[in-house]
């Protein structure tokens, strides 16, 4: 069974910059995973950040295009997202979610809050 576990939120102020991490407890790319970062407000559906493949290849939502950044680090069955140039409105709880063969796991999320 794979677990996620996610880190690196917290209170940053307009502008600033928050490094996201999920660290899965075994190697998921060799699952030819995919690994993505949702985010969700109080009352909305929980959408896509940004994702990254087994393969390396990256999508972002439009609205976080030339901000945030998608990684991963195979030796240490991380993911990471780098966030720069953070607006109140990217405050949310994000959580990543990894998926193979039908199955999917998601973590317990990390909180992001962004001050005007």
């Known amino acids: 069974q794979v677990q996620l576990v996610e880190s690196g939120g917290g209170l940053v102020q307009a502008g600033g910059s928050l490094s996201l991490s999920c660290a899965a407890s075994?190697?998921?790319?060799?699952?030819?995973?995919?690994v993505g970062w949702y985010r969700q407000t109080p009352g909305k559906q929980r959408e896509l950040v940004a994702a990254?493949?087994?393969?390396?290849?990256?999508d972002y939502a439009d609205s976080v295009k030339g901000r945030f950044t998608i990684s991963r680090d195979n030796a240490e069955n991380t993911v990471y997202l780098q966030m720069n140039n953070l607006k109140p409105e990217d405050t949310a709880v994000y959580y990543c979610?990894?998926?193979?063969?039908?199955?999917?796991?998601w973590g317990q999320g990390t909180q992001v809050t962004v001050s005007s």
């Open positions: 075994r190697s998921i790319f060799r699952l030819d995973a995919v």
């Open positions: 979610k990894a998926e193979w063969a039908s199955i999917y796991v």
């Open positions: 990254i493949t087994s393969g390396g290849s990256t």
